[in-house]
T-cell receptor, first 115, second 118 residues
Framework: AQKITQTQPGMFVQEKEAVTLDCTYDTSDQSYGLFWYKQPSSGEMIFLIYQGSYDEQNATEGRYSLNFQKARKSANLVISASQLGDSAMYFCAMRVNNQGGKLIFGQGTELSVKP | SAVISQKPSRDICQRGTSLTIQCQVDSQVTMMFWYRQQPGQSLTLIATANQGSEATYESGFVIDKFPISRPNLTFSTLTVSNMSPEDSSIYLC???????????????FGEGSRLTVL
């Protein structure tokens, strides 16, 4: 069975500092994709970054980067130069390609950025 | 990317009533998904809606409770039937844009529909 684990229910970071949000996954499939989404208090899900299981380089999108360690089955999100607007819930998710493209989500990490 | 609009954005409903949520996409998409997010929880897939065929429901979700329509490639509805307070959740529509190799690219979400059942 596939599973996503986020072990940090809440995190604090000082404005302008970097923060790492942890995500580990479990799957026996070789082909899969890993996603990070941001959910502000408004409830919308904002796509941040994607990493495919066959991608050799870590994905980066602006201030977001994904530290992909395939052997350890981890896909941690790194946010550099945190901003107050980064305060939100962050969800790690996995898509397993032999299951029609649905996403399996972790429990989320609530990030609070301090001024 | 895809622009996804959901209606209503929020609603307060009475126990025993039903509510239909609409999801409109600005481009044709092959697969649409409906998720539920109960208060303080993560997202759980309710069903996959494919145009021209019956929706595929996940374990724990049934068509009688969550009927889904998919009349064309840009639109879907989810109905929450005979609501109880336990149905109070955010319901989110998600799409996988057509033409993408399944192992690449993003899955996009609508803004969500926040339902409160009294």
């Amino acid at each position: 069975a596939q599973k996503i684990t986020q072990t940090q229910p809440g995190m604090f970071v000082q404005e302008k500092e970097a923060v790492t949000l942890d995500c580990t996954y479990d799957t026996s499939d070789q082909s899969y994709g890993l996603f990070w989404y941001k959910q502000p208090s408004s409830g919308e899900m904002i796509f941040l970054i994607y990493q495919g299981s066959y991608d050799e380089q870590n994905a980066t999108e602006g201030r977001y980067s994904l530290n992909f360690q395939k052997a350890r089955k981890s896909a941690n999100l790194v946010i550099s130069a945190s901003q107050l607007g980064d305060s939100a819930m962050y969800f790690c998710a996995m898509r397993v390609n032999n299951q029609g493209g649905k996403l399996i989500f972790g429990q989320g990490t609530e990030l609070s950025v301090k001024p | 990317s895809a622009v996804i609009s959901q209606k209503p954005s929020r609603d307060i409903c009475q126990r025993g009533t039903s509510l239909t949520i609409q999801c409109q996409v600005d481009s044709q998409v092959t697969m649409m998904f409906w998720y539920r997010q109960q208060p303080g929880q993560s997202l759980t897939l309710i069903a996959t809606a494919n145009q021209g065929s019956e929706a595929t429901y996940e374990s724990g979700f049934v068509i009688d409770k969550f009927p889904i329509s998919r009349p064309n490639l840009t639109f879907s509805t989810l109905t929450v039937s005979n609501m109880s307070p336990e149905d109070s959740s955010i319901y989110l529509c998600s799409v996988e844009t057509s033409g993408k190799v399944i192992n690449t690219g993003e899955l996009f979400f609508g803004e969500g529909s926040r339902l409160t059942v009294l």
